[in-house]
């Protein structure tokens, strides 16, 4: 059959009119979700194992990761305030509250997940959750010890043992492992989150003396750790497992007075243009699955008591049992000091 050029020129004005509505649609469903994460082993994580699935799960969706440790990610939301930027943050506890406070961090949409959360991994405000928790302790190079036949430490006091000159890293107060370094220091001698003073004292005449980096950045340490500079070091139990996945020799110890406790928060940002997705990424972190592989590969204890952990992994994180002995933070108190602590530290203490 003859078509006319008149018929020819409707078919393909048809055709256009089809393509670009279906360009239209596409452009419509195509959706960046920005998410603010720590870097290193857990971004790799997030990238290998979670997103792939999320992406597929919603199609259309393309998930970045804006890595950085909480002080960084934190920065970021203030400098973003009221513009369009990340949608999901991950910051620990403290800096978490800090964000709840400055108005960055919006309300969590109900969903049954939250149902099956420990009461510990719930923040009081309703606006953020702890994906999971941490210990923070004390890790030691089991290979140095091994070579200088020096037993394995057990005590926060160990950090001022005069025979570990040169071989401490003391992450910086601008870290999470860092303040709750001085806080305890702080309590174990005299003091407590309200009265710092004597956390300080110890912290310049005794600890400071034997520290050869306050660089908390996890190449740093590992890199640290593998030419065996260091023997000793403040850090989680997380960071611990990630740097014995590279084959690090390293060990995690709870100290006799307790390890403290540090939330691994995430969030919605508040106002997000995206907020239906960062609400369903949000719960999808806080599956049994994506919990369970949390926990294998970043070392922490699940927020989800339906998550079901291997053996070999259980033994890696810590146990409820463990979670009820850590010392916890009561991070309205702290808060409120800390850019003064900050202060005080960058004069005292990293000179």
């Known amino acids: 059959m003859k078509v006319s050029p008149r018929t020819i020129r409707k078919l393909g004005m048809a055709a256009a009119a089809a393509s670009l509505v279906l360009g239209m649609a596409k452009a419509n469903a195509d959706t960046t979700l920005y998410v603010g994460a720590y870097g290193g082993s857990f971004e790799q994580m997030l990238k290998k194992d979670v997103i792939p699935s999320f992406e597929h799960a919603n199609p259309?969706?393309?998930?970045?990761?804006?890595?950085?440790?909480?002080t960084t990610t934190l920065a970021k939301l203030q400098a973003q305030k009221g513009k369009a930027g990340m949608d999901v943050a991950f910051l620990d506890d403290g800096p978490m509250y800090q964000a709840i406070q400055m108005g960055f961090c919006g309300k969590l949409a109900d969903a049954p997940v939250y149902k099956d959360l420990y009461d510990i991994a719930k923040f009081k405000s309703g606006n953020a959750v702890a994906a999971g928790l941490i210990a923070t302790g004390i890790a030691y190079n089991?290979?140095?010890?091994?070579?200088?036949?020096?037993?394995?430490?057990?005590?926060?006091?160990?950090?001022?043992?005069?025979?570990?000159k040169g071989k401490l890293v003391m992450p910086s107060i601008k870290n999470t492992y860092g303040l709750h370094a001085l806080l305890v220091e702080a309590k174990l001698n005299g003091g407590s989150d309200t009265n710092i003073d004597p956390g300080f004292q110890v912290m310049e005449k005794q600890i400071a003396p034997n520290v050869l980096s306050f660089d908390p950045s996890p190449g740093k340490i590992a890199e640290l750790f593998q030419a065996d500079e260091v023997a000793i070091a403040v850090w989680g139990n997380g960071r611990v497992q990630a740097l014995r996945q590279q084959g690090i020799p390293v060990e995690f110890v709870y100290p006799k007075e307790g390890a403290v406790a540090l939330g691994m928060g995430v969030c919605v940002v508040d106002k997000s243009?995206?907020?239906?997705?960062?609400?369903?990424?949000?719960?999808m972190i806080l599956s049994p699955q994506t919990q369970a592989l949390l926990a294998e590969s970043q070392g922490v204890a699940p927020a989800n008591r339906k998550t079901q952990l291997s053996m070999a992994v259980a033994a890696r994180v810590p146990s409820p049992a463990a979670i009820d002995k850590l010392v916890r933070v009561d991070w309205d108190v702290v808060n409120a000091k800390r850019a003064d602590w900050t202060q005080r530290w960058n004069r005292q203490i990293e000179r």
Do not use: E
Request: hydrophobic share 40%; aromatic share 12%.
């Open 60 to 70: 259309g969706t393309k998930v970045v990761v804006v890595p950085g440790d909480s």
């Open 142 to 164: 089991t290979r140095l010890f091994q070579a200088k036949g020096w037993p394995a430490p057990t005590s926060w006091k160990d950090l001022g043992d005069a025979k570990y």
């Open 273 to 283: 243009a995206n907020d239906a997705l960062a609400q369903k990424f949000v719960q």
